[in-house]
């Protein structure tokens, strides 16, 4: 079971937004992430607890942070019910799409599992509903996947394969890299891999 840090900082200025200290496992359903978000002085700011099936679809999303709340899965596409600081409103939506996203690695590594792409796969496109930061405000996206290409490391523990994935925002145009090992992100935009003590599990 993976445990480890990754750095979070805004991909266009490099501003430090804090730490996702996680851990990650394959379980009998699926894998499942559960993370705490801190701010750069070290305070809690949030949390993510996302359950996938073994097909990559998301079973349980929870996640918290400014004390909203976000409670989501796979129905009739993805539905979520969102809860307010205070508690006494709740508001629930559904999209018609594939899985969630948002600012956090985990997404990332659900994504790749959800559309298991190799290198010959043309590049794939897919719906997500993502909460965005700081209220967790739901935004429906539209993505499109490819494998550019695996490739093996070599290490203490034996090969690491490497996965190099090119991601780009359909409605900008915008293209950018993430570099999955197993279940976790090495590099993403806004995204660093500091510390892992244990070598990422294989699916």
């Not at 090495?186 to 660093?192: R, V, Y």
């Amino acid at each position: 079971m993976p445990r480890g840090r990754y750095s979070l900082h805004d991909p266009h200025d490099h501003t430090p937004l804090g730490e996702e200290h996680f851990h990650c496992a394959p379980g009998p359903s699926g894998w499942r992430y559960v993370s705490r978000i801190t701010t750069p002085s070290g305070d809690l700011a949030g949390s993510v607890d996302l359950a996938v099936d073994d097909r990559g679809r998301p079973i349980r999303l929870e996640l918290h942070a400014a004390q909203w709340q976000v409670r989501g899965a796979a129905l009739d596409g993805v539905t979520w019910v969102r809860t307010d600081p205070t508690g006494t409103h709740a508001t629930e939506g559904n999209v018609r799409a594939h899985a969630f996203t948002g600012t956090s690695p985990a997404f990332l590594v659900a994504i790749s599992r959800l559309l298991r792409l190799t290198p010959d796969s043309p590049e794939t496109r897919v719906r997500l509903v993502a909460f965005t930061d700081p209220v967790l405000a739901p935004l429906t996206v539209d993505q499109s996947w490819a494998l550019v290409k695996s490739e093996a490391h070599a290490t203490d523990n034996g090969p690491l394969i490497v996965d190099e994935y090119q991601v780009s925002a359909l409605d900008t145009g915008e293209r950018h890299t993430v570099h999955l090992a197993g279940d976790v992100v090495l590099s993403a935009p806004g995204i660093e891999l500091e510390e892992l003590d244990t070598p990422p599990n294989t699916f």
